[in-house]
């Protein structure tokens, strides 16, 4: 029924004695119809070994694994945070056939239960396109929850060392700490904001909070002197340990880690647009007007864009929205808008000849680009009907 269906989301009880993993791998092998749609697979780490079961559904576009004992906690949880990034179920596609380097970003808020799946995500992706071990996938995966609940508590939450310590020998949670700041209304409305770039031999990860920043060398030295054992301060060193060092801006508010892909994986060209124009447009940049030619789309790597109609914002881009200008570049008209950068960002300047060339051997992208500019319409009518 995948077949017809066309599915966005699906769900894989790994753990069903009645299906055979091995049959639908080779039947998703074997049809790209069906590599347009994410998975997200449920395994009971009781009866199945995690990384055997990795490899099994290697060929399946899989964005999250998650223990059946999770499911109460997460998974609902899991299917928001895909369904609000709409991208990442055509990230592995997209990088495959279209572009080089994968990047992405999530908008974190102070939510400690749901950093797990945020950390999971793209570090699951890097281990089912063969650039990091599966051995290797749990460790940064805790590497980046401690970074990323490093940025929520001590960075948007101001939680200091002290507090935490004394918080944490009364019996209370980090998570019931957390909220209790969050009941201030300037602390709720603070983001973190996780994103990642990934080339051919390396991927970095970039973890930015909105708080005042803190003295790196004087943590370090504090974490150095305590005791293993402490309830906290060992982000920081879990991270070191993995990648061998961490780099922060001066501020003390951004924490970059980079790990090294494996070296035996050789990851082939991307056959679509791996040599189009890259963009890297600052806050306020202009990217297309009003009343110019459509003769390029720009696939939205990272960033967050305005859309204006006759001097009125009509509308707003992010990387869900996979491209923009595509419809005067479908249509070949002129930009019915003009379109300016709210953040830094990054875009992929793509051609016509190019992209006819791409969906002439990718014909199932056809189906994705009319799901797009479906979804594309359906917001639009309810950002003019509200």
Request: aromatic residues 8%; hydrophobic residues 35%.
């Amino acid at each position: 029924s995948l077949n017809y269906d066309l599915p966005e989301l699906v769900l894989v009880n790994c753990n069903d004695p009645k299906m055979n993993l091995a049959d639908i791998t080779a039947q998703m092998r074997a049809d790209s119809w069906l590599h347009s749609f994410g998975v997200i697979g449920l395994y009971d780490s009781t009866t199945q070994d995690e990384e055997s079961l990795s490899k099994q559904i290697e060929d399946m576009n899989l964005l999250v694994l998650l223990d059946i004992k999770r499911i109460r906690t997460h998974l609902i949880k899991c299917m928001n945070i895909i369904l609000e990034n709409w991208q990442l179920i055509f990230q592995r596609e997209v990088t495959n056939h279209f572009i080089e380097n994968n990047s992405g970003s999530f908008t974190i808020e102070n939510d400690p239960l749901s950093v797990p799946i945020y950390a999971g995500i793209p570090v699951t992706n890097l281990a089912h396109m063969g650039l990091i071990e599966n051995e290797e996938r749990m460790q940064l995966q805790i590497a980046l929850s401690e970074l990323i609940i490093n940025a929520i508590e001590h960075g948007n939450c101001k939680i200091n060392y002290e507090e935490k310590n004394k918080a944490l020998m009364e019996g209370k949670s980090i998570v019931e700490l957390i909220a209790e700041r969050c009941l201030d209304p300037e602390v709720a409305k603070t983001k973190v904001l996780f994103s990642w770039e990934t080339s051919a031999s390396h991927t970095t990860f970039t973890i930015l909070d909105e708080g005042d920043g803190f003295d790196v060398a004087a943590m370090r030295k504090k974490t150095s002197e305590q005791d293993v054992m402490e309830f906290h301060g060992r982000g920081i060193s879990m991270a070191e340990s993995f990648v061998g060092e961490l780099s922060y801006n001066e501020k003390g508010n951004q924490v970059s880690l980079t790990i090294a892909h494996h070296d035996a994986h050789t990851r082939e060209t991307p056959q679509g647009f791996s040599h189009e124009e890259i963009i890297l447009p600052k806050k306020g940049d202009i990217i297309f007007q009003e009343g110019e030619r459509g003769d390029f789309l720009y696939y939205i790597s990272n960033g967050r864009f305005s859309v204006h109609h006759n001097g009125k914002k009509v509308g707003s881009l992010s990387p869900a929205d996979i491209f923009m200008g595509e419809m005067s570049f479908l249509l070949n008209n002129k930009r019915s808008a003009r379109v300016t950068a709210d953040t830094d960002g990054k875009l992929i300047k793509i051609s016509r000849k190019s992209f006819v060339e791409v969906t002439r051997q990718f014909p199932h992208y056809g189906i994705f680009l009319s799901k797009l500019l479906a979804r594309k319409l359906v917001r639009s009518n309810q950002e003019r009907s509200s």
